[in-house]
């Protein structure tokens, strides 16, 4: 069975950083692309960033380049999200998804969903 399970969210003033964490359990997914996605009440889940498996490109929303950080530890199936400087705006629920191509998770195309991490930004 296939699991994604986020971690690290929280409650944090603006301007401040956090650290997400998803690990993947069931397969390994050293091979394919994983991202990052956010849904804040209301709207709509946005696409906030993505790597590939080899060798480690990325890509970015507009919306979160030069504050958020991507990275990836294949040996324990994990992805991270170190994002700083954040903003009210960044307050959404963060899920982590799992794609073969860049392109499928860019298009917020995931073969599997984890549960969602909660952050929250005060002003």
């Known amino acids: 069975q296939v699991q994604l399970v986020e971690s690290g969210g929280g409650l944090v003033q603006a301007g401040g950083s956090l650290r997400l964490s998803c690990v993947a359990s069931g397969r390994t997914f050293s091979r394919y692309a994983m991202g990052w996605f956010r849904q804040a009440p209301g709207k709509e889940r946005e696409f906030i960033a993505a790597i590939s498996w080899r060798p480690n490109s990325t890509d970015y929303a507009d919306s979160v380049k030069g504050r958020f950080t991507i990275s990836r530890d294949n040996a324990k199936n994990t992805v991270y999200l170190q994002m700083n400087s954040l903003k009210p705006e960044d307050a959404a629920i963060y899920y982590c998804g799992t ?25």
């Open 99 to 123: 794609n073969p191509t860049l392109y499928g998770l860019r298009r917020i195309r995931s073969d599997y969903w984890g549960q969602g991490t909660q952050v929250t930004v005060s002003s």
